[in-house]
Nanobody, 127 residues
Framework: QVQLVESGGGLVQPGDSLRLSCTVP????????IGWFRQAPGKEREGVSSLAPNGQVRAYADSAKGRFTISRELSQNTVHLEMNSLKPDDTAIYYC????????????????????WGRGTQVTVSS
């Protein structure tokens, strides 16, 4: 069982930035696709961003495009989600997820396609 660990959440004001991190305890991070998801109270889980195993193909939800950036540090087995221009609608618990894939360019914003999950980190955007 692979347990991912998220960090970096917090309480910020509208317009602020946050950088979330996800530690992925696997032997070769470049064999895994990584996704970031979020769930706000009373809402369904939403795919926010994902990164293919090759580290080059990225996907973003419309709500994240132009504001969020996903990246990774192979030496640290860590994937980051840089979030800028945060809005109150970004308030949610953010989860990272991983799945091993033989297809280097595969990526997805569907949560049911991921195998391993973290426990989440709370992001609250409020004035």
């Amino acid at each position: 069982q692979v347990q991912l660990v998220e960090s970096g959440g917090g309480l910020v004001q509208p317009g602020d930035s946050l950088r979330l991190s996800c530690t992925v305890p696997v032997f070769r991070l470049e064999s895994y696709a990584i996704g970031w998801f979020r769930q706000a109270p009373g809402k369904e889980r939403e795919g926010v961003s994902s990164l293919a195993p090759n580290g080059q193909v990225r996907a973003y939800a419309d709500s994240a495009k132009g504001r969020f950036t996903i990246s990774r540090e192979l030496s640290q087995n860590t994937v980051h989600l840089e979030m800028n221009s945060l809005k109150p609608d970004d308030t949610a618990i953010y989860y990272c997820a991983a799945v091993r894939s033989i297809f280097g360019s595969w990526t997805s914003l569907r949560g049911d396609e991921y195998e391993y999950w973290g426990r989440g980190t709370q992001v609250t955007v409020s004035s």
